[in-house]
């Protein structure tokens, strides 16, 4: 049984626990010819590493990825590419005094049932350190997106921290890379900051909200039923640690919209292309794309490792109440943002290749 793996032609494997010698993924399906060194990859993982910030966990981990197969020359081989990220800051000890005890909101419980062994340093495989791999494997698919539909940019921000959500008419891309939590709207950043900054002196958590947007997607990726891009994308999204809640456009607010409001109108543009007067559908009618800018949004839990007293259980069933030492993240939707636009990515590229396979190019004209 194979339930590390995701996609159909670009398939991602990831591997590796948070506490163990290293992780990584192994990269099946990329096409051949496609330009990307570590450094290409270093710049994606450097946007997702830990202790970048008082808003982050302070473990100190370089994340640096290592090539270990499937390039050649500075090239992809069309081999499956291997790639590598190293441990080097674990503290495995400050999980020694809840190795019989289930951490509330964890998935320490579940393991223990479904398996009968966890790995308790960190969370093993359940730990947000195992989106590292990802983040190099979505690093590999954007090289491939570059290649083959070199209009293609993907765009990841949060829009929510707990009670806090930006103002969508302060929305400025430009300050997106200008703050410590990807924040389009700079006096959204400025409260978040001082909200992060009095629940990590008193060792809680909060969740969040992360939007991820893909813009110049061709129209036709995707397929009908099955193969929806949007059912791939909410299983991609889901997929992330910590993530409670995936919705596409509209999403869930869809429900409070009659049918009039909610349908996007169609008109020829004078490039002779369909313009759509809104997106509510965020880019995706019938499992396939339109063309239009496909978004995704989702909702992150507040993370579970808190210094706070909780109430739970031990192995043999005996009540106990448990605090979580160690380097959490106060809020850990800050680093799912680049982790969200790795899995768009690996997504798209996915679809891309099925869809070359399947039509190559489109085949209906309009006009």
């Given amino acids: 049984m194979s339930t590390n793996s995701f996609g159909r032609l670009f398939r991602v494997t990831t591997w590796g626990e948070s506490h163990g010698p290293a992780l990584g993924a192994t990269v099946d399906g990329c096409p051949p010819g496609v330009p ?21 966990t302070q473990r100190r981990e370089p994340d640096a990825v ?8 500075g090239q992809t081989t069309g081999m499956p590419v291997q790639l590598m990220i190293e441990n080097t800051d674990q503290r495995s000890k400050d999980y020694s005094e809840i190795m019989d005890k289930f951490r509330p909101g964890h998935a320490d419980i579940t393991y223990w049932q479904k398996y009968g062994i966890r790995d308790y340093r960190g969370g093993g495989r359940s730990s947000a350190r195992e989106t590292a791999a990802r983040v190099a494997a979505g690093g590999l698919a954007r090289a491939a997106i570059a290649a083959l539909a070199p209009g293609v940019t993907i765009t990841g921000y949060m829009t929510r921290v707990g009670v806090h959500a930006i103002d969508r008419d302060r929305f400025d891309a430009a300050q997106i890379g200008e703050n410590p939590f990807w924040c389009p709207d700079p006096q959204a950043a400025a409260t978040w900051a001082d909200y992060l900054d009095g629940l990590r002196k008193s060792g809680n958590s909060v969740g969040a909200v992360v939007e991820v ?5 061709p129209a036709g990726l995707g397929a009908p039923v099955y193969g929806k891009i949007d059912t791939d994308l909410a299983a991609a999204m889901m997929s992330i640690n910590a993530v409670k809640g995936v919705e596409i456009g509209e999403g869930m607010a869809a429900a409070e919209l009659t049918g009039e409001a909610n349908a996007d109108e169609i008109f020829m543009g004078n490039d002779g292309q369909p313009v759509y007067a809104s997106n509510h559908a965020g880019g995706i009618l019938g499992g396939i794309s339109t063309g ?12 579970s490792s808190i210094l706070k007293p909780r109430q739970t259980i031990t192995k043999s069933g005996e009540a106990a109440e448990i605090i979580t030492k160690g380097r959490h993240d106060p809020c850990v939707g800050i680093r799912a943002v680049p982790v969200g636009e790795a899995m768009m990515a690996c997504v798209v590229l996915d679809h891309l290749l099925l869809h070359r396979g399947q039509v190559g190019e489109n085949r209906g004209r309009i006009g």
Avoid: C, N
């Fill in 36 to 56: 990307v060194d570590e450094a290409m990859l270093q710049h994606w993982l450097d946007r997702r590493k830990p202790g970048q910030s008082k808003y982050t």
């Fill in 213 to 217: 947007v893909a813009s110049g997607v």
């Fill in 292 to 303: 239009q800018d496909i978004v995704v949004r989702f909702a992150v839990k507040p993370t």
């Fill in 66 to 73: 290592r090539i270990l197969s499937g390039v050649f020359e």
